[in-house]
């Protein structure tokens, strides 16, 4: 971006140049054609160059004129010497273009200034749009939040654009989303838990309805952010507050932008999207949740199972443990002590296999459960197996396990020599009980 505001500086100053050279040429000619009254014409170029080119064209042209017209009323072109009729005749010439330069600039400028308003209400609104689009996506919605801190941090040429949440019971703020420029490292992982306390001064300027920008982090001395950003190499940053029924829920946030960073017109109308993309984005992991856990005992159910084995269908597994277990005695329980006692069996036995197994446990019937580990030693495997067996047994809780592991193996074939293995455990189980899974007595 500082590349290109000097190519632009860097055309201004030739045009500057330019009209100075110009208007040189114009005196020159009018010297030679000896025009009486030269000051209508510098006083049409002096003005069309204002309009045209600014200030700065401006000034130097209006110099130009008073250097000609010094030159012309003198006496002898002496430049100092004037006669009364041509002293007051400079005098007009220099109100003249005291008041060209005055006038005409102002208009210039107002005109650049309401110029510059429209120019940038258009690129707010443009990006506003392609930001409304984005979230509209028919896309998940991780990415399009992301997409949509690519679009502010283009806008902003910032470092880095990011989203925070609040948690007010652990009194803490969590880095949710980051978009880092090129060449820029990323800073999510160590934002994660970072104390409520250290942003207290931005949180006393969203409370007031107000940004919180940082022209420069020295003004941050003093305060505990300040050794945050120090490290983080931020060196100016621009955040307003995100809120949800008017309470602060979190904010958005670019370090170092470049452009419009005095203006926080474009994250102030994002508020709005970004609350309600946040708010879409926690009811559908909250659908998910209930859709992929069992809501008696917490661990995943059946439908998550499903899609594991569906992603492993058609390529073999390497490194991969799985059990099968079954309760035992489940049937007996429920008969002779109700249906609410085996629903405690069942959970006494589900928080035992989620202490070892809480992302890889998923109960898959009544009294079934499943273990799937991929990427795991043998040794590991059957390290923490055991670890679940002793769990169980601690919480009198009697169950029948059938396990697998292999380097390389179809998912299908393990679970099924796994569950093979369980009903053999089981049998004999019921043998030395001498009943049968139902609880019949045998004969």
Request: charged share 25%.
């Amino acid at each position: 971006m500082k590349e290109l505001e000097t190519v632009v500086q860097d055309e201004k100053n030739k045009w500057i140049l330019i009209t100075g050279i110009l208007q040189v040429l114009a005196c020159v000619i009018m010297n030679k054609f000896d025009i009486s009254n030269p000051n209508i014409i510098l006083f049409v170029i002096l003005s069309a160059v204002l309009v045209q080119f600014g200030y700065g064209a401006g000034m130097l042209c209006g110099f130009i004129t008073y250097i000609y017209s010094m030159y012309f009323f003198s006496t002898d072109h002496s430049f100092f010497y004037f006669d009364a009729s041509n002293r007051d005749k400079i005098m007009v010439v220099i109100f003249g273009i005291i008041a060209n330069i005055l006038i005409v600039g102002s208009l210039k400028a107002r005109m650049e200034k309401s110029n510059k308003e429209r120019i940038h209400q258009l690129e707010v609104a443009t990006t506003l749009n392609k930001c409304a689009v984005e979230l509209s996506a028919d896309r998940d919605i991780h990415t399009a939040i992301y997409n949509l801190l690519g679009i502010i941090n283009q806008y902003f040429q910032a470092d880095r654009s990011y989203i925070f949440d609040i948690d007010y019971e652990k009194q803490i703020v969590i880095n949710t989303y980051e978009y880092a420029a090129e060449g820029v490292s990323c800073q999510i992982d160590n934002l994660q838990e970072v104390p409520l306390s250290v942003i207290e001064v931005w949180l006393d300027r969203f409370e007031k309805g107000e940004v919180y920008y940082i022209a420069d982090t020295k003004q941050e001395k003093g305060y505990p952010s300040y050794e945050m950003l120090v490290e983080q190499k931020v060196q100016r940053l621009l955040t307003v507050p995100l809120k949800k029924n008017e309470k602060i829920i979190g904010f958005v946030g670019v370090d170092n932008p470049r452009t419009h960073f005095d203006d926080a017109t474009l994250l102030l109308s994002l508020q709005y999207f970004i609350v309600n993309s946040q708010s879409s984005q926690k009811q559908q992991e909250r659908l998910q949740f209930l859709s992929f856990r069992d809501m008696l005992t917490g661990l995943y159910n059946r439908n998550k199972y499903m899609k594991v084995l569906e992603s492993c269908e058609y390529f073999p597994v390497r490194d991969t443990g799985v059990a099968y277990i079954d309760l035992n005695g489940l049937k007996q329980v429920n008969d002779s002590l109700g249906h609410e006692a085996g629903d405690r069996l069942i959970c006494s036995a589900a928080q035992c296999i989620l202490k070892t197994f809480p992302e890889n446990a998923y109960r898959i019937g009544g009294d079934e459960f499943v273990i799937i580990v991929a990427k795991t030693a043998e040794a590991d495997f059957m390290e923490r197996i055991k670890q679940v067996q002793e769990d169980l047994e601690e919480a009198e809780v009697s169950c029948s396990i059938g396990l697998e592991w292999k380097n390389e193996s179809m998912i299908e074939a393990m679970l099924k020599a796994a569950e093979k293995r369980m009903y053999i455990e089981k049998n004999a189980y019921y043998q030395v009980k001498g009943r049968d899974r139902r609880g019949l007595v045998k004969t």
